[in-house]
């Protein structure tokens, strides 16, 4: 059952009903949804989440939509492994990985569009669209499909054929939008209010987002009802940021697990670093950039939660990591040659700010580190191509044994 | 009559100009702020522009020659 019971503005507080809305009449300000927590508290239990279906969708009490009408594609319920090989690498005993990037389109996207379009086909939306540079597209497109929705995908002109061809399976209408960056941008925000359309992440966007929480909520259930001491997670938007500290708190509130002590860490790549350009500055308002970074699927300029990041790590003590653009494809190799992990860009942005933070002392050995990894790293093979040294021989042993020496 | 949400951003050298004044002198457009930030380096602001499509156009392009930024309201709606 869904006990989402209206949606609030998170600048002035003001209350709508749950309609296709994210916008706020009065000061523009952005719209989340709030639930009717003491409701919750009577219907949920540790027993009742373990007894519900192995993917996402078992914590839907605390989702805007419930599991019965789900779009569902065997979302979540990813693994979380021990990282023992990059532990001892960067001296931490207790170094957990979260991998989304095997979820059903190979990133945690699938979660967010999984509650969007379900909440579109509740609203009576025949079509569902987004405007994205991949791994948005390619969610939007498979879960339309799904679903039984047109589907309608905007990504810029340049994006590479892989990503293309990756939504483009599923079937959408694709279209291409020749233009700077923020051209395209204005152009798909104008289309999404003047259009009946569930833009995914723009009118659906305070039900999209919700989708996220699900990031927490399964660590602190697989880490044995407790939220970690550190979380690093990538920031692009800065929406799943928020969310993972959302979800633990509302687990906290609910008595599922104790009062939540997690320090926040996020990670960009220093091409596109608003968030930790504001974070280093110390002001809670990010100026605007033009993205040019490696870390594509990060690559948000202009990031609509930037505020409400800089809030969190304000409050909570955190920090926001620029790492060097050359350090997303290292980061994404350390991952893979410690942990047999292939994640995305965005995976190596995370990889690397843990790194940096480990080596600055920020951890304590023993803590319970969670490093959050969002995307595949088929997705964005280029960055690493660099790493394919084969060696070549002649079909016979000499050749074998002159050239081939097995290292580790 | 259209209306249009936008946010602007000033760069450190515009903050002192009287760029919203001048959208709603020079072109047939109504502006109504709804919440801004401005401080001595950079600052925004976010506003309802009500009138033509057209002059609504004009409007921002106008802007955008002066060397501020005009967003949605909604921040970047390309996503990774
Ligand atoms: C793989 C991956 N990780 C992380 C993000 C960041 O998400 P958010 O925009 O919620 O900060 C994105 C997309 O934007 C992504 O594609
Ligand atoms: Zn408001």
Not at chain 1, 264 to 272: D, F, I, L, R, T
Not at chain 1, 324 to 335: A, H, K, Q, S, Y
Not at chain 1, 382 to 394: H, K, L, M, T, Y
Not at chain 2, 43 to 57: A, M, R, Y
Request: some cysteine.
């Amino acid at each position: 059952m869904a006990f989402a019971s209206a949606l609030h503005c998170r600048e002035c507080g003001r209350e709508y009903p749950i309609e296709p809305n994210y916008v706020c009449d009065f000061c523009f300000g952005p719209l989340e949804v709030t639930y009717d927590y003491d409701a919750i508290q009577k219907a949920i239990s540790r027993e009742k989440i373990s007894d519900g279906p192995m993917d996402m969708w078992r914590y839907d009490d605390f989702l805007p939509v419930s599991r019965e009408n789900a779009v569902n594609l065997g979302t979540g319920m990813t693994p979380l492994l021990k990282a023992d090989n990059l532990g001892k690498e960067l001296g931490l005993n207790n170094l957990w990985i979260k991998n989304d990037a095997v979820n059903p389109t190979y990133s945690f996207k699938d979660r967010v569009v999984s509650v969007a379009s379900t909440k579109a086909l509740e609203f009576g939306f025949e079509t569902l669209a987004c405007a994205s540079t991949g791994n948005l597209a390619g969610s939007v497109a498979a879960h339309g499909a799904k679903a039984g929705m047109k589907t309608l995908v905007f990504i810029p002109a340049d994006l590479e054929y892989g990503k293309v061809i990756g939504a483009s399976v599923y079937g959408p209408t694709l279209v291409t939008v020749n233009g700077s960056y923020d051209d395209v941008n204005r152009l798909c925000s104008e289309l999404a209010d003047n259009n009946p359309w569930a833009v995914v992440n723009i009118n659906m966007r305070p039900y999209y987002s919700e989708g996220s929480k699900t990031l927490a909520y399964e660590v602190a259930e697989q880490l044995g009802w407790r939220a970690p001491d550190h979380v690093v997670a990538p920031l692009a938007s800065g929406s799943l940021f928020t969310k993972i500290w959302k979800g633990f708190n509302e687990f906290a509130k609910m008595g599922l697990i104790d009062e939540v002590t997690t320090t926040m860490h996020g990670a960009q790549a220093v091409g596109c670093s608003p968030i930790a350009k504001a974070y280093d500055a110390g002001v809670l308002h990010a100026k605007p950039e033009v993205p040019n970074t490696v870390a594509k699927s990060l690559g948000i300029g202009n990031p609509a939660d930037a505020y409400y990041v800089l809030k969190i790590l304000k409050e909570g003590g955190g920090a926001a990591v620029a790492v060097p653009e050359d350090e997303v494809g290292e980061g994404m190799i350390l991952l893979a040659q410690t942990e047999g992990i292939f994640g995305e860009t965005a995976a190596g942005v995370v990889v690397s700010a843990l790194k940096r933070q480990a080596e600055a002392g920020v951890f304590d050995p023993d803590e319970t580190v969670v490093a959050y990894i969002t995307g595949n790293g088929l997705k964005t093979q280029e960055v690493v191509a660099s790493s394919v040294q084969p060696i070549n021989i002649e079909p016979n042993m000499e050749a074998f044994e002159a050239k081939v020496n097995i290292t580790s | 009559m259209a209306s249009r949400r936008v946010k602007i951003t000033f760069p450190e050298v515009l903050v002192g100009r009287p760029l919203v004044y001048n959208l709603g002198s020079k072109f047939d457009i109504v502006t109504s702020i709804r919440r801004a930030d401005v401080g001595a380096e950079t600052g925004w602001v976010i506003l309802e522009l009500q009138g033509d499509e057209e002059e609504i156009n004009k409007a921002i392009i106008w802007a955008l020659e002066q060397g501020v930024r005009v967003d949605p309201i909604a921040g970047d709606v390309i996503e990774g």
